[in-house]
């Protein structure tokens, strides 16, 4: 069953602000960070856009908060690492395969039926939200080019799309007559998404961040002014390094934490 839409609410005519998470990847200290970032920004809602496992240390404690967050109301949807817990996908790298190996024997049953019920894409108002892209969510494309997000953006009647999926933060937009273009949003800096436009936003990661800034990266969207606003939020990256090898993971995923690459 697809979460009932949480983006459109109010408290004395005021927006509430929701929080919303990519590629949370089973890392505890920066999700718990993010997450209390977003609550001093004012965030009371929130929404989960994929792959709350892999790499990381702790994916029971992540599946657990966010299965939490999901009965009290919020929108959760299913990435590739997830659906992978239950179908192992071998065109994935090989750290990533042990790391889901692990991963798969330290998950409950009731865990592994979380991820696997998770539905590809929800909808709430002009906003769209899964893990890749809109296209064809089941092929677990990653959008580079404009193009792409162009193709995305025009095969839903959503007019905004917000998805993850390569870890770096980007921001597509066009027009009905203008073909898509993209620019990287800067940190804490409100975005107004027009309404004479079309969207594709793509968060960074909360747990495995590759564009270069290691601090975990999330967005707080305000649905009735449309503006979205990506953030980072430091945490304690060296806590996290050490569980990741004093689990037997690949010395990659600890490593790359560090330089966000």
Known sequence: MIPRPILIAFRNGYPVLTAIFADIHSN????????????????????????????GADPGYVVDRVAEFR??????????????????????????????????????AAQKDFLAGLPLTA???????????????????????????????????????????????HLYHMTPHKPSSCFVPQADVPILLAKSHKWHAILGSVGQPRDEIPSAAYAIYDDRSA???????PYDIER??????????????????????
């Open 123 to 169: 909808e709430s108002g002009e906003t769209l939200f899964v893990h890749a892209e809109a296209y064809n969510p089941t092929h677990w494309t990653y959008i580079s080019r404009a193009s792409e997000a162009e193709r995305s953006m025009r095969s839903t009647d959503k007019r905004v799309t917000i998805s993850g999926h390569i870890h770096r933060p």
């Open 71 to 108: 009965e009290a109301g919020a929108l959760v949807v299913q990435g590739n690492h997830d659906a992978a817990i239950a179908i192992p996908q071998e065109n994935m790298n090989s750290y990533a395969r042990a790391a889901l190996d692990w991963t798969r024997d330290k998950l409950n």
């Open 240 to 261: 996290a390094a050490r569980k990741i090898k004093a689990a037997g993971l690949p010395a990659i995923l600890s490593a790359r934490l560090y330089i966000g690459r």
């Open 28 to 55: 505890r200290e920066a999700f718990d960070a993010c997450l209390a970032d977003a609550r001093r920004r004012g965030a009371e809602h929130f929404a989960f856009l994929g792959d709350l496992v892999g790499y």
């Open 227 to 233: 503006l979205l606003t990506f953030q980072r939020a």
